[in-house]
């Protein structure tokens, strides 16, 4: 279809409704480098490449939508956290973002230890060969099942998340013979700064043991009273996509608090405190995540300062960033299939993904940004609402976003920054088959987790 079939939308300057967009960008071509991973360019014609690939060529070979992982970045993300933090920290990547095992081969091989929340993830792990004293294992409710697995394999640490659960692991490390390390996650009572569903700190909501009214300290002595565990720590994560770095000083520092008192009762100094992660990324040009080192000077800064004021030996620090590391490093790219501009409102792009392959729009509404990437154009800025292709009207992909007013059928558009949390969250949803991820690393594409097909959708419908 040409652009005059479907007369373009409206221009800035006469939107009508309200929306969370700022002024288009003066020159819609140019990348904003903060929301795009690192090999991403405009080749001589216009076209986005990563990797060194245009998307034409990776549209052609794998198809769309579909995700862009460029390892590189991936690569160069988790060696800027680990060297932030140094030898006397460690750095566990939270898999919840993305997990697969590429993904842990290549956390082995930059050192990273693994945060994993469910079963399915610490097989993953297992499976691609992650040591398992390097995994660390998290959840409100890890079913006897996990727990046994996980004590099997001997991994590093479980993060205990409830008293029944501190008898559980103390039971089955006893049936087992050993001593397992865990850390207790308690619940520091600090409002995060994010959607009310990534917030986890504030003492109403499922996670953690609560420091305020003492039944941290109550866990604690459980713990130290159990043979089957040997308490290395406290663990706290205060929620996600948080850029105010007061949340964690206040985290910190109540963590610290605790393992002063800790001393003080059982003469005990816990060797390791757990930060979490949650720190946030670009996903639009408004936003200015931190940098790793900012970071960890900051945490270890905190630390130190309340260690000495409560004549504590400093406990060696963790971390879990997921969406830090692999938040930036791919984006989505989809063929634009319909148009419709609304007189006076806006123009809906429909694509052939949506809220399948990124429901955080929907859940959380979540910012993106979009570009048209298959050639440049020098068209108007057009504000658009990029959608999916599910039967729902709450399918948005990208709220309100500029594209040029000459897009037409067959374009490619990428939304960046959609490495954690899309395709881990993807869904059947209208029995849509979820896209691949295809890894990208100087000049040469691999897929690592591949497009369902239909043969699968009906080999779990047993019929
Ligand atoms: N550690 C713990 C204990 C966590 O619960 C989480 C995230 C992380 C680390 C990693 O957080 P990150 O650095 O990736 O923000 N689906 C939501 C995010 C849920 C996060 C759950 N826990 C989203 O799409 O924003």
Not at 186 to 207: L, N, P, R, S, Y
Not at 210 to 222: C, F, I, M, P, T
Not at 278 to 295: C, F, K, N, Q, V
């Amino acid at each position: 279809m040409s652009r005059s079939a479907h007369p373009a939308g409206p221009r800035h300057a006469d939107v009508l409704t309200e929306g969370h967009y700022s002024a288009p960008a003066a020159d819609l071509n140019v990348l904003d480098e903060k929301v795009w991973s690192r090999t991403v360019t405009r080749d001589a014609d216009g076209a986005l490449t990563v990797g060194g690939i245009t998307v034409a060529k990776l549209a052609e070979e794998f198809g769309t939508p579909a995700y862009f992982l460029d390892e590189s970045d991936f690569r160069a993300r988790c060696r800027a956290w680990s060297e932030a933090f140094g030898p006397d920290a460690d750095v566990f990547y939270a898999g919840k973002a993305f997990l697969s095992r590429a993904v842990v081969r290549w956390l082995k091989e930059e050192g990273l230890n693994l945060d994993v929340c469910s079963g399915g993830e610490l097989t993953t792990a297992l499976d691609a060969g992650m040591p398992a004293e390097r995994i660390a294992f998290h959840g409100n409710n890890k079913t006897v099942a996990e727990i046994e697995r996980a004590v099997e394999a001997g991994i590093g640490r479980i993060v205990l998340d409830s008293f029944q659960e501190i008898v559980r692991v103390a039971h089955i490390a006893q049936r087992h013979g050993v001593r397992q390390r865990v850390q207790i996650r308690v619940t520091v009572g600090v409002e995060a700064h994010t959607h009310e569903f990534i917030a986890t700190a504030h003492e109403d909501q499922k996670f953690g043991i609560a420091l305020a009214d003492g039944q941290a300290a109550e866990a604690v002595r459980r713990a130290l009273s159990l043979d089957g565990l040997d308490l290395i720590g406290v663990h706290s994560h205060i929620g996600s996509q948080i850029f105010d770095m007061a949340g964690f000083e206040v985290s910190a520092r109540r963590v610290v608090q605790l393992l002063a008192e800790i001393r003080d009762e059982h003469g005990v100094e816990l060797p390791e405190i757990d930060l979490g992660g949650g720190l946030g990324i670009a996903y639009t040009s408004e936003d200015d995540p931190r940098e790793p080192h900012e970071i960890a000077k900051a945490l270890s800064d905190i630390v130190t300062r309340e260690c000495e004021a409560a004549k504590l030996r400093t406990p060696r620090i963790s971390v879990e960033p997921g969406r830090a590391i692999v938040g930036p490093t791919a984006f989505t790219l989809y063929e634009v299939g319909t148009i419709k501009p609304l007189e006076g409102l806006r123009t809906y792009v429909s694509v052939d993904g949506g809220m399948s392959d990124n429901i955080r729009t929907a859940l959380y509404d979540a910012e993106y940004s979009v570009a048209l990437v298959s050639r440049t154009s020098d068209a108007e800025p057009m504000l658009v609402r990029v959608v999916g292709k599910h039967c729902e009207s709450g399918d948005i992909v990208v709220k309100d976003a500029f594209l040029p007013a000459d897009l037409a059928p067959g374009d490619l558009i990428a939304v960046p920054a959609t490495g954690a949390y899309c395709r881990s969250m993807a869904s059947n949803y209208n029995h849509a088959l979820r896209p691949p991820v295809v890894a990208v690393r100087d000049g040469e594409a691999r897929v690592i987790v591949r497009r369902e097909t239909e043969e699968d959708l009906l080999r779990l419908d047993v019929g």
